[in-house]
């Protein structure tokens, strides 16, 4: 019999896997860990820099909900704003103490179910949920609850993967899991779908991203096929023929 994945399910899993362990061999915690994680985080995702407004936030109340190791959430504190993180995983919200508590950043930090976030309503100039709805039991719920701690006027960054995308195609097509495929869930969405997600905010502007880079982490003929043939060629393509194709779909959202 088919059973439905629960927010406990998806917090088991979370405290077991900590997302981009692979890429470094620094003991978990140290800071030489938390630097590759952002090296690598920023390498793979250097779209983040020109679009998410990390240096440009100063006196905000930021929230990132599923902040993980607080890699990203560091970037809004070097700028500034005042923020706070939240994670289903309680071993994600350890990590991202001992990241800010080693850079002298200052956060708040609660271990808290997204889909009933333990804060009142009109609470924050900005909502970041960036690889969190995808993985969680409720979608509809969790972007509600973004919604509902925002101020009026305030914007929310949301992001999920996109159904209709290269990677996705790619996967299929070679045979080699997408990560965290093994998750108690796992969402993707057209860019119609996730629009309908996301309805009950004022304005919703939708940018396709992530597009191939060089992986270290896969090796092999596959991994080379891929590093040496497909991204290149990918990337050669005018970017207006591929845009709708981006592995991710970033949703900018006002109130």
Partial sequence: ?????TIDDVRAYWDEHIHDLEIT????GSRGFFDDL????FEKLHHLLRLIPFDSSRGRR?????????????????GGAVVTGVDVSASAIGL????????GLTGEFHVANAERLPFPDNAF?????????????NPGRLVDECRR????????IVQVY??????????????VGLEHEDAPVLLKFSIPEFRRLLRGFRGVRIVPERFPVRSRLHGGWKGALYNWLFVGTFNALPRRLVRRFGWHLLAFCSK
């Fill in 1 to 5: 019999m088919f059973r439905v994945a």
């Fill in 25 to 28: 061999r620094h003991p978990v």
């Fill in 38 to 41: 952002d090296r690598y985080h």
């Fill in 62 to 78: 930021v929230l990132e909900i599923g902040c993980g190791a607080g890699v990203d959430l560091a970037r809004f504190a070097k």
């Fill in 96 to 103: 991202a103490r001992a990241n800010f508590s080693q850079q």
């Fill in 125 to 137: 100039d900005l909502v970041y949920a960036h690889g969190v709805v995808q993985y969680t039991a």
């Fill in 149 to 156: 701690v925002l101020k009026p006027g305030g914007e929310a």
């Fill in 162 to 175: 996109n159904r209709v995308s290269w990677l996705n195609a790619l996967s299929k097509l070679m045979r």
